[in-house]
């Protein structure tokens, strides 16, 4: 998979990555804490060949699916998911 885009936040005064890979038709969107996934959630999007990946990874959805990561995080769900 080829790394398109990066995104850095802070949350609890935690620095993270949220990192958009790409492969042929699909997208993975997951966050990183020290070059590591910080937990299990892999956010894919299979896209048409029609659809340019240019023009997604600068969408709404896409802002839609960053949100999400970091909502991940703040909400911690991965922590409640594995209790």
Not at 18 to 32: D, G, Q, S, T
Not at 41 to 69: G, M, T, W
Request: aromatic share 10%; charged share 25%; net charge neutral.
């Amino acid at each position: 998979m080829n790394l398109l885009k990066t995104i850095p936040f802070i949350f609890a005064d935690e620095a993270y990555e949220i990192k958009i890979f790409h492969a042929e038709n699909l997208i993975n969107i997951l966050v990183f804490k020290n070059h590591y996934p910080v937990n299990g959630f892999r956010h894919q999007i299979k896209i048409p060949k029609s659809i340019s990946i240019k023009e997604l990874i600068n969408s709404e959805v896409i802002d839609e699916y960053i949100a999400i990561c970091k909502s991940d995080i703040s909400e911690k769900r991965w922590e409640r998911l594995v209790q």
